[in-house]
T-cell receptor, first 113, second 113 residues
Framework: NAGVTQTPKFQVLKTGQSMTLQCAQD?????MYWYRQDPGMGLRLIYYSASEGTTDKGEVPNGYNVSRLNKREFSLRLESAAPSQTSVYFC????????????FGSGTRLTVV | AQSVAQPEDQVNVAEGNPLTVKCTYSVSGNPYLFWYVQYPNRGLQFLLKYITGDNLVKGSYGFEAEFNKSQTSFHLKKPSALVSDSALYFCAVRDNNFNKFYFGSGTKLNVKP
């Protein structure tokens, strides 16, 4: 089925370790986004890419980096994981402007111990 | 600054009764408003949106939402709740300057048989 695919679905890291969360979409969308979801705080935007070749910071970018590898793929990297980064991470995509709304992946549940 | 508020962490309703999930917003310019639903261990799914036109918007699964400009609200409604409607609901507003969305903190809907 067409949509947004995230890998991995679950991950446990030790403090200080690094990892990359992968996201790919097959809907030919121009824009892609990374959110984190924490209890009682809803979804907060980490980084977004309005189009291939561009990336911008969202509300909570500290401790993260992103790469828009091509139109399909948008990865999120944690260089030195901290317990505060324990969260559920969602990737989403949309056509330019997002007027039709987002399509979300199923999420990555990350625990940093 | 753009923002979305969902004043209720949880809404409880009996099956067959009408339900309302509240959302208020703050945005510069014309608001683009959305509702999403999240089932356990899943990503968010689009329910409905308001861009322009009729203040009553109909969406998926029998849900509708009423846009009220004077009260800056966009409440989600359904005339007759189902147990299967139990989920987490998010209101979102589009930032018209930066083509990204801000999400509310979410409201957990519990529909009891």
């Amino acid at each position: 089925n067409a949509g947004v695919t995230q890998t991995p679905k679950f991950q446990v890291l030790k403090t200080g370790q690094s990892m990359t969360l992968q996201c790919a979409q097959d809907m030919n969308h121009n824009s892609m986004y990374w959110y984190r979801q924490d209890p009682g705080m809803g979804l907060r935007l980490i980084y977004y890419s309005a189009s291939e070749g561009t990336t911008d910071k969202g509300e909570v970018p500290n401790g993260y980096n992103v790469s828009r590898l091509n139109k399909r793929e948008f990865s999120l990297r944690l260089e030195s994981a901290a317990p505060s980064q324990t969260s559920v991470y969602f990737c989403a995509s949309s056509e330019t402007g997002g007027i039709s709304g987002y399509t979300f992946g199923s999420g990555t549940r990350l625990t940093v111990v | 600054a753009q923002s979305v508020a969902q004043p209720e962490d949880q809404v409880n309703v009996a099956e067959g009764n009408p339900l309302t999930v509240k959302c208020t917003y703050s945005v510069s310019g014309n608001p683009y408003l959305f509702w999403y639903v999240q089932y356990p261990n899943r990503g968010l799914q689009f329910l409905l949106k308001y861009i322009t036109g009729d203040n009553l918007v109909k969406g998926s699964y029998g849900f509708e939402a009423e846009f009220n400009k004077s009260q800056t609200s966009f409440h989600l409604k359904k005339p007759s709740a189902l147990v299967s409607d139990s989920a987490l609901y998010f209101c979102a507003v589009r930032d018209n300057n930066f083509n990204k969305f801000y999400f509310g903190s979410g409201t957990k809907l519990n529909v009891k048989p």
